[in-house]
């Protein structure tokens, strides 16, 4: 028995984690009333509220759906919830909670991502945790979590390090360097101080 399954950011094809679905049926394109998708960088995240979000359809057995759950963090970090399409099909959709995204940008459009282009596997890797830290607040997130983030930021060069370090400043409430400045996943910008990302990895 197939489940339908609506998704909207790196399951889609030609994105990063388009393989977790390898061999299930694409049903076409799709869009769901009633969410705001947000741009976290390397991946998105639809909440409920007054918006459209768009995306692709996909039939999956059982097991594939139970990967699915552990790719999202379900229900942890995204809780999958059965809804309407506008199309009038029910689906399981991947949304997050309003306060993870309360100091992202929302996507106007619905579409991630932003530039239309493939985000690199290698920073969704990177900042697969990115989604936790936000959920958490600063005092009480995993130590382990926190730690493997600014490592990986160290490491990082060019896009792939504005990217982390945003993502890092964002999960730990630091001021932006630009109070109203933001940034795309098609062109990056360094919304935090180098300095004050570094005072914080020194301090984990």
Request: charged share 20%; aromatic share 8%.
């Amino acid at each position: 028995m197939q489940e339908l399954v609506f998704v909207y950011g790196t399951l889609r094809r030609g994105q990063a984690n388009h393989g977790w679905l390898a061999g299930s049926h694409w049903l076409g394109e799709a869009s769901l009333r009633g969410a705001v998708l947000h741009d976290l960088g390397p991946f998105p995240m639809a909440v409920p509220g007054d918006g459209l979000v768009l995306g692709e359809l996909y039939g999956v057995d059982a097991a594939t759906l139970a990967q699915l759950d552990r790719l999202e963090g379900h229900p942890r970090l995204y809780e999958r919830h059965w809804l309407v399409l506008e199309d009038g099909r029910e689906a399981w959709v991947y949304l997050g909670r309003p306060r993870q995204v309360r100091f992202v940008p929302a996507l106007a459009d619905g579409r991630w991502p932003p530039g239309g282009g493939p985000i690199s596997a290698a920073v969704v890797r990177a900042c697969a945790w990115v989604v936790a830290l936000l959920l958490i607040p600063p005092a009480s997130a995993p130590a382990a979590d926190s730690l493997a983030l600014c490592r990986a930021w160290l490491q990082s060069h060019g896009p792939e390090r504005v990217q982390l370090g945003n993502a890092l400043g964002a999960a730990h409430y630091l001021t932006k360097d630009v109070r109203l400045r933001e940034s795309s996943a098609d062109q990056p910008v360094a919304l935090y101080r180098s300095s004050d990302l570094q005072q914080l990895c020194r301090s984990r």
